[in-house]
């Protein structure tokens, strides 16, 4: 486990909102390793912690959390978040006020899907890695407010490497601008930093198999499409950039290989 300390200033009320739903989220999940922050969040405090020059400042309006299928089968999330005033609004999703929670459990099926646990909805996500043994990054989160209070609050994310598969999967889903920007950021973190800084990066292998096979391919599937440059153009980020950093920090998928490597984390 790697352990970093972050501040952030709020400049909006939106900002108020989303790391408010933090500090709720981190409460419900208090003691329930098998958990973590994603989406949004992860990439801002992952660019908070590990600072480039050349990342896209992420903003979001709710707050991400992925558990085990066995804790969002035992509905404790679910209560806590109740006890703490949410609403659950839809399926996995938690309302209180201006603040939104989503919960997201792991797909079993390799692919996003809705999982059913405890006679309860969830989106379910690929490449997501929650076993408490799996290297992680604790953050403590010290946030100013706009009326001028601080919230502290220590949230578990995934490391950049576990980060890039999740925001890889969801490209091939949606490919959504903020995805877009999220990998960018991601990749210039793994360009800047050592390895072991960051919590570890076998994406630079050729040849493993598993998920990191799978980012491989859909990373270099991105590399030479026209498509793909006018997707970054319209993201503002230059195209060359782009594959640079990939083809710097991932490994070209080769299926003559692929057996030779196993799937370690």
Same mark, same amino acid.
């Given at each position: ?10 400049? =909006?009320? $939106?900002?108020?909102? @989303? ?18 922050? %994603? ?10 912690? *590990?600072?480039?020059? =050349?990342?896209? #400042?992420?903003? &979001? ?52 899907? &809705? ?6 909805? *969830? ?25 001028? &209070? ?8 995934? &490391? ?19 995805? %877009? ?8 973190? #793994?360009?800047?930093? +050592? ?12 040849? /493993? ?5 799978? /980012? ?8 030479? =499409? #026209? ?20 083809? @710097?920090?991932?490994? +070209?998928?080769?299926?003559?290989? $692929? #057996? ?6």
């Amino acid at each position: 486990m790697l352990s970093a300390a972050v501040q952030d200033v709020c400049t =909006s009320a $939106a900002d108020d909102a @989303s790391y408010r739903a933090l500090h709720d989220a981190a409460l419900a999940l208090d003691g329930l390793s098998a958990s973590r922050v %994603i989406g949004g969040h992860m990439v801002r405090l992952l660019h908070l912690a *590990f600072p480039t020059d =050349s990342g896209i #400042a992420r903003r &979001t309006v709710d707050a991400d959390v992925a558990v085990s299928t066995e804790i969002a089968a035992g509905n404790e999330v679910h209560r806590r978040l109740l006890t703490l005033g949410y609403q659950a609004v839809a399926g996995n999703r938690y309302v209180c006020g201006d603040r939104v929670i989503d919960l997201l459990v792991p797909s079993q099926r390799g692919h996003f899907a &809705t999982e059913f646990l405890g006679e309860r909805a *969830f989106d379910a996500v690929p490449g997501l890695l929650l076993d408490p043994a799996v290297v992680h990054v604790m953050l403590t989160v010290r946030v100013l407010m706009r009326d001028g &209070t601080t919230e502290t609050t220590v949230v578990r994310v995934p &490391t950049v490497e576990q980060a890039v598969f999740l925001k890889a999967n969801a490209l091939v889903l949606r490919s959504e601008l903020k995805d %877009i920007q999220d990998l960018f950021t991601l990749l210039n973190i #793994a360009n800047v930093y +050592a390895d072991d800084e960051i919590g570890g990066w076998r994406l630079s292998i050729p040849g /493993v198999l598993g998920r990191r096979g799978d /980012v491989q391919q859909i990373l270099y599937g991105l590399v030479g =499409s #026209a498509g793909w440059r006018r997707r970054l153009e319209g993201a503002g980020i230059p195209g060359a950039l782009f594959e640079a950093l990939i083809r @710097s920090r991932v490994a +070209a998928p080769s299926p003559s290989s $692929a #057996a030779t490597i196993p799937e370690e984390d």
